[in-house]
């Protein structure tokens, strides 16, 4: 069926009507997220961290959210892989003086870490100015600001002893991604770490034949690459293509799946 479905997004891809289908397919799903919350009130309360929560508008933006509910667990639950992963290095989270939400949607990991203490600067940045304007109204714990898809970042060299980026490389063309794992390495510190993920379990259910035998031969497999940042865009990497080459010039620290169901990848600064 996904292979079906890829076909068919090949062919509206190449009579130009892929994009404005994706964000008709945004307004539906939208009012589909508006629905559901309307009727997980208990579920809402029980995952609440007593914060404001974005409209439907924004959870729908950041992909994986199917409601309200889904969107504060799954916060919850990235935050605190990020966390274990962490401390299970010898580098627990709360040990950093500045960390860097790279992609930071509406604030659903970050959230999470308002408990750190104020010895520890959290940051966000985001190329969605919407999903910026609302965490900078409403997470006033964090600095927030918004940047380009492509590089700079508003940072200076050396800033941030962490920076993670959960499913930001998931939707970056191959140029993009190199390019972007280069300014992170110009405000990291040395030593300092970059926790990122990939899809590389969802390859053997989602890619066709021919992306399927790319990807089992260590090849990146991206996926309407023209469309970058958004989540029409879809990168699948192979474990060793990332060790083989994003992994180049850095300390190669980790890799496990997440339960969240992405692949986190750790790597350090030399």
Known sequence: MSSTKHGIKKQLDRVGLLKPLYWANQQVRT????????????????????LPIPPARLLVAIGGATSTAAYLQGGKTIATE???????????????SSILD???????VIRNFRHLPPSAKLSGCDYNEALVSWCRANLP?????????????????????????????????ENLQFRWLGELRRILKPGGRL???????????????????RFNRGELVVRYGGASGSNLCAAFHPVSYLQRTMAEGWTFVDSFESVAGQRFVLIRMR
Do not use: K, W
């Open 102 to 108: 790279f992609g930071c949607g509406s604030g659903r």
């Open 31 to 50: 009012l589909r997220v508006q629905r559901l919350s309307r009727q997980q009130t208990q579920e809402i309360q029980e995952f609440s961290d007593g």
């Open 141 to 173: 714990f964090a600095a927030f600001d918004p940047n380009q898809l492509e590089p700079p970042l508003p940072y200076s060299e050396s800033a941030f002893d962490l920076v993670y980026a959960y499913s930001v490389f998931t939707h970056l063309s």
């Open 82 to 96: 990020i966390e274990r992963a962490l401390a299970s290095h010898g580098a627990p989270l709360q040990s950093m």
């Open 195 to 213: 926790l990122f993920t990939v899809q590389a379990a969802a390859a053997a259910s989602v890619l066709d034949s021919d992306e399927l035998d």
